[in-house]
């Protein structure tokens, strides 16, 4: 008996004028790509993926070695699920047919016993499970069950869900608190929210409880990854380093850790299942963990943009407050993963606080991952960039000034695939008999307790239309979020001003909706200088421009070069002005669409007027400058150049 | 024939507060420290270098096998250098004891042919000059010929310049230009300058034609470096990497080269070499490259203390004005290098703009590499710490708040003992009539065109006292010295005022000279704000304190945590107090004697009238703060703390 999707997550359709351009790029671009990158199909010069290939080769049907990452398998997964959440918007038989014959190349590698791993089944399966740590066999069984249950959901067929039903079945004899079975848990977490999605699919309680154990074994004494590493004569390489078992976040049981730590992209995803493990047991103490993290992150070691993971090195956290905004990590995956844990956390208690950065880090920090005809990928989204330093800067070697095509470890694009497809889940949840909108786009709802369509060119304006389209049942309560950024804001219901305090960032509505009924909510979206807590160090003496949910940032393409030498003059006179991103890449700029780009005024640090002097006991001389400013997301549009999102205002 | 020294330098006997208290501990604690370290004779916890043992394993005296770098030896041939020198002012006849004895182990492990490299001999010498890249042979050798040319002239004694000539011949027999040889060149510089202070003792034409031979072959094409590592069968670490073969200077030939690149310790030794062959030479193109790498560091590429190379990676330099001060590498050898290039620079020439720099090095990045009790050592020499992001920014892991004991790659200590042993050869230099005072410190000169006595309390005041010391012969000169920093200043001649006009930084005083006649130099130490130049990315918004040639720091001790937070305030009110440091370690403190601190009006972004919020639109609140600062060369020496030197100043 399966049952249909969460109980939270209402079927919003997704058509706004913004999203349906990534959206667009990410059907017509992006999903054929990515095809083509899991079949080797793409010209020379790009790596090699072989994740097909190793497919076969696992089912005996082609001969050679396993080739890529460990992981390989769950690009192939990844994909798949980006393709079962296009399909509920964008159906493409043709699509589904290919789709349909992948999963057959995953059902033939799957071994009798219902293992399901191609490095292990060509390299060897005896040496399986033997490396929790590092070989990311549980990561690559989160993937497919999240694809499993997309897919599933998508098209009502089971081979892919049944393929992982025998997966889970074969890890239970494996892992597990019972005596005889290996007592660990993943060194990359998914399969913790993978879980709990499968188990809202069959309600097996053995699937909750699964996830359950990997989240309470971690980082029990004596360490598992310890242990194995003992086993199998090998050093971990982090345990020697700063990070330690940090890394892993394994270095104590998950219900007391205080900091978010260690690799980001992990860490949000085990948080994700911490939460989703929460709600589905109404596990407090966990919740009150998953609060504990969430504060850590958002309130310490968050940048601006909703990116997270300040160090290269592990792909980490850091400590509280340290934010280079040139070394940043900033992993498209992790904001992705910052966006599962915020909709979790949301999951949790309605809280605008977790709505709010659920949006700060898909308006910014994940949409900054894909170039805006959806055909090149940032792993790493930095928040000031030199080019220069990025050639000559070993400790900036991993920042890029310009998209690139594809990676040898794809994590990223089709991270971003499968978030921008299924949008919809992150829209609107519905709880009893409240319809909450966490998000404002176009598009509408049919089910739940309202039945709602959305207008708005949101996030250019904050005009949101807001058109009841059924009799809703007594009781029916509309729950509007008002954005922790909006200071200002009006609402009308049937012409008529309502004033509401918002509680904890919603204002609910309760009256008696019938077909017709209009809301509109107008949100203020002025030009806003925001600051850092003074603690921050990168960010001291600097503010950043927002407008709405949009961070915006400085480009040399507008604003020239030495953009450090830039700074906000005291007074900005901002103006916000619908137009074209700009010239340098026509293609690219075809795709972007109009954007609202502000103008303000700046002061420039005068260079030739300098000299040639080192040091000088002058003050450099200022010119006043008329500074433009794009949305973050949209740099790197227009070729290799500098970009700032701080800028001294003093 | 053997000439007694440089023509150039003037014999100045140091007698001077400022100075004396860090030679004094150099002689007092470095040498004999070293020399215990050289011995293994140093407590457990510190590593071991295993110097000597090589020597005497080499010699055939001890069974065991070389360990340590490559290039271990050179860390004796260094002690015997700074022992030379120290003999010069501090005899000691137990210590002049224990050199000769260490030079008779040199001896025994030289082999029948000249040959002398503790680790070829014991690894087996079929090896030898098979990997000049990395492998250091010729950077030992140089290192030697340094040993024995001071030694020699300190004491008088030969057997180690002997020693040193044997093993020239050797590699005379070698390498070099004629067929059959092998044309190549240092790894590592410094071999270079050694055979020009060979040379200026011996007037053998063969060795400054062999450092001008070095000199010249380094980047000819075929690249030597390239054949040897295919004829080894083994990659370049670096060539593959953003460095390439600028790691070594090799990139291209010498004259052409504009810019400073590549290992900052490697590049300043080996312009150093091509300042003194242009000098001995009279060779004008390699003069000009001098020049061209002179103006390449100190106009783009030097921090402010005199510090080079900006990234730990490669130990080098990087780009234009690319100069961040806290993943800064600034290794004391490179600053001490640059003291080096600049000494020749002056050799060249005689501008003030060389020892401007000098002064800057030596007062600043120098000095700052050693605690104030002489005990213990940097080797970055950072201008802006968190000892929080030390221990968790892996960028930063190389970056130290506390000076550390010894080092397993010692090459900093025993250069500072080095230096310090020998600033009289850096105090004046005589040009036939005249004698040239590029540095103010106490002491005195009794040979060359004037003999002179100093008294000052510089760096703390500019007030210079110099006394005639002997009636000096028609037409000599007096040259003295305006500091770049300097913009107003006095001078009286017997308590006439004397008003001249420096040129090129120097001020000519020529008269008949009597003994007895005073010399009063007042040189203006108002406290300076020093701006860089706009193109610094790092400094943008920033502003340093100097005083004299002294640069300031902020420390944690006298200013609490987050330095960041601090600005300076729109009007400083400076103020200039003779005191102690201050108090955390007693016993450093004392060593440390008087400082000049300086107290100014700062403002101190509120972090707890901020609040939690990580980003927010306020401004954060200003209060008002007096800021201590302390000379830069005294930081860490009150335990563990942040520091930083730029300060914003709006």
Known sequence: MLSASS??????????????????????????????????????????????????????????????????DSDLYKWL???????????????????????????????????????????????RWTNLQDHHELYCAGHLIEAAVAYYQATGKRMLLDIALRFVEHISTVLGPEPGKIHAYPGHPVIEMALVRLYEVTKDERHLQLSGYFIDQRGQAPLYFQEEAQRGGWTNYWSGGPLGWRYYQAQEPVREQADAVGHAVRAVYLYSGMADVARETEDSSLAEACRRLWKSITGKRMYITGAIGSSEYGEAFTFDYDLPNDTIYGETCASIGLVFFARRMLGLEKRGEYADVMERA?????????????????????????????????????????RQKWFGCACCPPNII???????????????????????????????????????????????????????????????????????????????????????GYVYLKRGWQQGDQISLNLDMPVRMVYANPAVREDAGKAALMRGPLVYCLEEADNGADLHALRHAPAI????????????TEHVTEQAGGIVALYTDGLREDRDA?????????????????????????????GSGEMTVWVRYR
Chains 1, 2 share one sequence.
């Not at 790509?33 to 190793?54: F, K």
């Not at 399909?87 to 190349?105: G, K, N, T, V, Y």
């Not at 006179?573 to 340098?584: D, K, M, P, Q, S």
């Open 573 to 584: 006179r901002a103006e916000a002005v619908f137009e074209t991103l700009g010239t340098a």
């Open 362 to 402: 898909l308006y910014n920090g994940v949409i900054s991952g894909m170039q805006l005809d959806g055909k090149r990928f940032f792993y790493v989204n930095p928040l000031e960039v030199d080019p220069e330093a990025c050639r000559y800067d070993y400790n900036k070697r991993h920042v890029k000034a310009e």
């Open 610 to 638: 300098w000299g040639t002097e080192l040091y000088a006991e002058k003050v450099p001389e200022d010119q006043a400058v008329r500074l433009r400013w794009i949305p973050y997301y949209a740099w790197a549009n227009r």
């Open 7 to 72: 109980n939270e997550i209402t079927g919003w359709s997704v058509n706004d004028p913004f999203w349906n351009r990534f959206r667009e790029c990410v059907v017509r671009e992006g999903i054929p790509y990515q095809w083509a990158a899991l079949n080797d199909a793409l010209p020379e010069d790009t790596e090699p993926s072989h994740c097909l290939r190793n497919f076969r080769i696992a089912a005996g049907k082609e001969q050679g070695t396993h080739q890529g990452f460990v992981f390989q």
């Open 81 to 127: 699920e980006g393709v079962a959440y296009s399909l509920r918007w964008h159906p493409d038989p043709q699509l589904e047919a290919l789709a349909d014959s992948a999963i057959e190349e995953i059902r033939d590698a799957q071994q009798p016993d219902g293992y399901l791993n191609t490095y292990y089944t060509i390299n060897g399966l005896d040496k």
């Open 418 to 504: 499968r978030l921008l497809t299924s949008l919809e889940d992150y829209v609107c949840t519905a709880a009893e008999d409240t319809l909450y909108m966490h998000l404002y786009m176009g598009g509408e709802v049919h089910s739940g307790p309202l039945s709602l369509r959305t207008e708005t060119d949101y996030p250019w304006s904050g005009n949101v239309k807001m058109t009841v389209l059924e009799d809703a049942a007594e009781g029916a309560v509309l729950a509007l979020r008002i954005p922790g950024w909006c200071r200002s804001w009006t609402l009308q219901v049937n012409g008529e001003e309502i004033h509401a305090q918002p509680s904890d």
